[in-house]
């Protein structure tokens, strides 16, 4: 049974910092490139960012680059997101996804055309002004 299970989120000011993290299960962890992505109220869930299964590559939504960090161990089954410089616009529920590919190419991700074979249950994040 896959598991995807987040933690780190909660309450932060603008300007403040927090790290998520993803520990999943009962998967062959670097058989997956692993993405982050977020659900805001009243609006679609939409990607944040993605890694590689070997973390060589990683991919960000124009409006987090510079401010968010993804990065995964391996050898814990875990990926993270480091988020800096957080604003209330970045409030949204948090979802890490498993897309099973060794491709170093994620424009389907991205693009949100392909959507992972797994997902986590989300973690809040709210980021007041």
């Known amino acids: 049974q896959v598991q995807l299970i987040e933690s780190g989120g909660g309450l932060v000011q603008a300007g403040g910092s927090l790290r998520l993290s993803c520990a999943a299960s009962?998967?062959?962890?670097?058989?997956?490139?692993m993405g982050w992505f977020r659900q805001a109220p009243e609006n679609q869930r939409e990607f944040v960012a993605a890694?590689?299964?070997?973390?060589?590559?990683?991919f960000y939504r124009d409006s987090v680059k510079e401010r968010f960090t993804i990065f995964r161990d391996n050898d814990n089954n875990s990926v993270y997101l480091q988020m800096n410089s957080l604003k209330p616009e970045d409030t949204a529920v948090y979802y890490c996804?498993?897309?099973?590919?060794?491709?170093?190419?994620?424009?389907?991700?991205?693009?949100?055309?392909?959507?992972?074979?797994?997902w986590g249950q989300g973690t809040q994040v709210t980021v007041s002004s």
């Open positions: 996804g498993a897309v099973f590919t060794r491709s170093n190419y994620l424009g389907g991700i991205v693009a949100e055309t392909t959507q992972p074979d797994y």
């Open positions: 009962g998967l062959i962890f670097s058989n997956y490139a």
């Open positions: 890694i590689t299964w070997s973390g060589r590559d990683t």
